[in-house]
């Protein structure tokens, strides 16, 4: 929590988002859950996906750049192969449908190759994630984003070329053993990180964005307010534009929703195509060996003598499960700008309450 920033309850940023998503034209019911969907975010700490951006969903449902009358169907459906379009649904809406029409074919199958394409925001790849650990199965995750402007520049580039195209790969608990959860953007950090240190007027780590003349820097001032001047870099250089690049190339060919080069339209909206595998653990093996070996090679990685001992080592998912106790304890911090643009997003839309 940095100074001046403001604790909200869950329950409270959660009906104030979701109050502006009606006034701004949703349906009540889409509008809790895309809310709750925000707010779990910020619970788990990952502001750049979280309340934060009220303003841009108030602006695509008002501009129509998110369908709110529309709802995600099945346009394939063969073998372990689904393909879904979201037609510019909410992206809560179409990525929840999405994974329950997967989970249940792989049940029955051991596997479901799914794919969703045109779909408003997804949101954090995490949450998706969770939805498949909490019944028992795997899952991967590659996403590309289109009819936005790119944001990731690649490597060697000094250009925005990409979106933040994130990975996320999901393991379900053992008996003893929380869920495995690696969800990440294949930038060096978020555009909704980098437009919440703008915000606080914060730095980022050097290097992690590119600014408007190609050169590296520590100041996201250009990214304040939804507005981009210059690029995020890939993370760990050629490896991360590998994965953006094979996240554009899976998730936007697969799907039929397209890429981020120049010939696909760009509104201004965030559509997101969706590519995922997912898998029944009792498919590929015996699921007491399989947990024996997981227990095992999970306690042999977080025994590492950390190099700060006030930072133990930890598992990919463990720092979110820590954030979303505290959080829903003692409330989600929100910095005053943030609050500001939100209130004002709201106020457009003829919401009275006040956030802070």
Not at 60 to 83: C, M
Not at 135 to 161: C, K, W
Not at 185 to 213: H, Q, W, Y
């Amino acid at each position: 929590m940095q100074p001046g920033d403001i604790r909200i309850p869950a329950s409270e940023l959660t009906a104030f988002c979701a109050d502006a998503l009606v006034k701004a034209g949703a349906k009540e019911s889409d509008a809790r859950l895309v809310a709750e969907h925000l707010v779990a975010a910020n619970l788990t700490g990952h502001d750049s996906h979280g309340a934060g951006l009220l303003p841009a969903y108030i602006k695509h449902a008002v501009e129509g750049l998110v369908d709110v009358n529309a709802a995600p169907d099945v346009i394939h459906d063969k073998g372990a192969v689904l393909k879904i379009a979201g037609h510019d649904s909410w992206g809560r809406i179409a990525g929840e449908f999405s994974m329950r029409a997967a989970m249940k074919k792989a049940d029955a199958l051991g596997v479901c190759a799914v794919t969703l394409s045109n779909a408003h925001h997804l949101g954090r790849i995490g949450a998706y994630g969770e939805m498949v650990t909490q019944e028992g199965l795997s899952a991967i995750f590659f996403v590309n984003v289109t009819d936005h402007d790119p944001m990731v520049a690649p490597y060697q580039g000094t250009d925005a070329r990409f979106g933040t195209n994130p990975v996320c790969i999901a393991l379900p608990p053992t008996g003893t053993k929380p869920a495995f959860l690696l969800d990440m953007a294949t930038s060096r950090i978020a555009m909704g990180k980098a437009r919440v240190a703008a915000n606080k007027g914060l730095r980022v780590p050097f290097g992690s964005i590119i600014d408007e003349n190609g050169a590296p820097t520590d100041d996201p001032s250009g990214f304040k307010s939804f507005e981009q001047k210059g690029a995020l870099a890939p993370f760990g250089d050629h490896k991360g534009y590998g994965l953006a690049f094979a996240a554009e190339m899976l998730a936007g060919v697969y799907s039929g929703g397209g890429t981020i080069q120049p010939g696909n339209e760009r509104r201004g909206g965030i559509r997101n195509q969706m590519i995922a595998v997912v898998m029944q653990p009792d498919a590929f093996g015996d699921p007491a060996a399989m947990e024996r070996e997981t227990d095992a090679m999970w306690e042999y990685a977080v025994a590492s003598p950390p190099a700060d001992w006030d930072s133990p080592v930890v598992a990919p998912g463990d720092p979110e499960r820590s954030l979303r106790k505290r959080r829903s304890a003692e409330g989600i911090p929100m910095d005053e700008e943030t609050l500001k643009q939100m209130n004002a997003a709201a106020e457009a839309v003829d919401v009275s309450e006040r956030l802070g």
